[in-house]
């Protein structure tokens, strides 16, 4: 049974640090690419970030580049995104994203960060 279980998100303060984390199962976690993306209320979901399956290549979306960094433990079969200099507009849910080609394509059931002073 695949699964992907994401935790840490809750309410934080403008400026402040969350560190949200998505433990999966069920599948090889070293040959997928991790993602997260996140839906804010009435939004469409975005990427946020990723991380490759071998080499640890990443990229980010613009909004995010500089306070966040994704990163994972292969070991662990964790993925986690550190998310620094939080901003209210960062408020959403954010879900946890396992790819690999050509259709391997497995979603968490989402945690919500709420950036509000």
């Known amino acids: 049974q695949v699964l992907l279980v994401e935790s840490g998100g809750g309410l934080v303060q403008p400026g402040g640090s969350l560190r949200v984390s998505c433990v999966v199962s069920?599948?090889?976690?070293?040959?997928?690419?991790m993602s997260w993306y996140r839906q804010a209320p009435g939004k469409s979901r975005e990427l946020v970030a990723a991380?490759?399956?071998?080499?640890?290549?990443?990229n980010y979306a613009d909004s995010v580049k500089g306070r966040f960094t994704i990163s994972r433990d292969d070991a662990k079969n964790t993925v986690y995104l550190q998310m620094n200099s939080l901003k209210p507009e960062d408020t959403a849910v954010y879900y946890c994203?396992?790819?690999?080609?050509?259709?391997?394509?497995?979603w968490g059931q989402g945690t919500q960060v709420t950036v509000s002073s």
């Open positions: 991380i490759a399956s071998v080499g640890g290549n990443t």
């Open positions: 994203n396992a790819y690999r080609m050509p259709n391997y394509d497995y």
């Open positions: 069920g599948f090889t976690f070293t040959t997928y690419r």
